[in-house]
């Protein structure tokens, strides 16, 4: 039955996942097919990202910005999978990385929206820069891959 859809979640709270604090509550439906957030809100706070990472089984890959220890995210997200609305900030150490916008995923990732990156570091800033793999242009729909406005602040 369709209340069998519906999920929703006040508070799930984990204190030390491998160093990791994870607190997220969420609102959905069509949990069991194509789940659609009402709203997803999520806070991680890690003294060891890669260790976490490893433990729960994600690959942060090779750059150097995700493999930091210090981590911490907090934010909103609402939409589907492959297409939602997000609101959040990042923090890997001292570079700070905050998006609010449209993200759409259909093939490529498509956003739209308000970018910051923040560092009290200028090398860090720039090796961050050197290692995001950003592509602008257009999809075959004619839509860009990237828009909106990005603010660099170094300190």
Sequence with gaps: SSHLDNLKVTDLTAN??????VNLSLDAEN?????????LTYNVKSNDL?????????DLGTKKLFNRKIFASQGVLAGNFNDFNLSSVQKFDDVEFSYTGKVKNDNKVFVDGD?????????NICGVLNELDITTGTSAEGKDWIRGTAVIKCD
Excluded at 31 to 39: G, L, Q, V
Excluded at 115 to 123: M, T
């Design 31 to 39: 949990i069991r097919t194509e789940p659609n957030f009402k709203e």
């Design 50 to 58: 890669p260790l976490f990472a490893s433990t729960v089984g994600i």
């Design 115 to 123: 970018i910051e990156l923040k560092s009290d570091n200028f090398v």
């Design 16 to 21: 030390n996942i491998a160093g990791t604090y």
